[in-house]
């Protein structure tokens, strides 16, 4: 089995990417951004253009992270419905997080075209129903959103339509999202991180922050003195700020790509070449490469990460595919997803000159895009946009830096259980 780096088969199958040198010593910027995921990248490259002095610090390289791993999957809203934000937020917050949730697909897909970005985009997704229950929900949602949002770019689909759009039997019906769709998450880094600094942006890699505080951000190498310090870290962003420990869970995920499909095989599965998700706790998604390969990922972890991850995703694979059991699988790797308790992203500030955003949950390539334009502009004095998101009620996992694991790791496999119910 291939295994070029810790992106898997994104790793080998992406452009070539630029090298950005090492931070050389002491600094000084308007702004500066720890971390080099899409949140990063994407605040860089709107400060930038507007004329701000920007320096990005990457512990690793671009993309090294989620940014660089995940599924590539554009979804629309969030992982709650718009329901359950009415409910928990009222009808105008939940409206604002709709519309903005919007605006960041329309980000990520102008980003592409504006700047011909080279990352296989594609529209469409399927939200597969993974029981009849689930299939009730779908359709709720689905007529929630034509009535109230006015959005009818999503219609439901019965059994033998989704068998049409997937090749395969086991769900009993499902959402068309047309606003959703599916690209090549580390092409995309890489893509966003060129324009940045063709716009301006300083990125430095290799140069991981150990100390945040005030207006300094300390590496090894030196110190970045700035105006604003923008945390874009995700699931490590606990590292330079402890105090959000508590609001943040690690997820480890694992995915696979299978050798070519060839041309029989790859016309035969997922036809309309759609991105698919379904509707369980722990999740299955999908979708067909540039090249004809299928990528699926399954099952998770909350301690550790098997030696063996195709052999834990192959089941998974098979059941929703078994034409594919004898299919090679080429590349296996996984990933760290930050989680918050709410499953909305968690954006706020510490201090005067601080802020963070993270904890997208899955919704990463359309919403990560967005937080990093809404970080921006925070940065510069226009925070309106931003505190949209910054007042969504946060809250903590249970327990200390002792228990917390252990107690998370209860919650989500009682998660688990619900799925196989």
Known sequence: MNT???????????????TCPAMPGNE?????????????????????????????????????GASGRNGGQIHSGHRKSQAELEAWL???????????????????????????LECNLKAGLVNAAHNEEALTVLADETAHLNASYGYNDVRMMDAAEIASHLSTSIYPGGQFDA????????????????????AGAQIFEHSRALHVEGGKVTCAQGTVTADHILLACDAFTASVAPQLAPYIAHVESFMVATAPLGEFLSRRLIPSDVAVADTRHVLDYYRKS??????????????????????????????????????????????TVGITRTRMPHFGRIGERVFFAHGYSGHGVALATLGGKLLAEAAQGKSERFDVFAKVPAKKFPGGPLLRKPLVTAALLWYKLQDAM
């Open 4 to 18: 070029p780096g810790p992106q898997g088969y994104y790793a080998a199958s992406a452009k070539p990417a630029s």
């Open 28 to 64: 000084r910027a308007d702004v500066c951004i720890v971390g080099g995921g899409y949140t990063g990248l994407s605040a860089a490259l709107h400060l930038a253009q507007s004329g701000a002095r920007v320096i990005l610090l990457e512990a690793e390289r671009i993309g090294f």
């Open 90 to 116: 009222g009808k105008e917050h939940a409206r604002d997080l709709w519309e903005l949730a919007q605006e960041g697909k329309a980000t990520v897909r102008g980003l592409i075209e504006r700047h011909e």
């Open 179 to 198: 606003g959703g769709g599916h690209l090549h998450p580390l092409n995309y880094a890489r893509g966003l991180a060129s324009v940045a600094e063709k």
């Open 290 to 335: 540039a090249d004809g390969r299928l990528l699926f990922a399954g099952r998770e972890s909350y301690f550790s990460v098997p030696k063996d991850v195709a052999s834990i995703v192959r089941p998974r694979m098979v059941k929703v595919f078994p034409m594919l059991r004898d299919q090679p699988i080429e590349y296996a790797w996984s990933g």
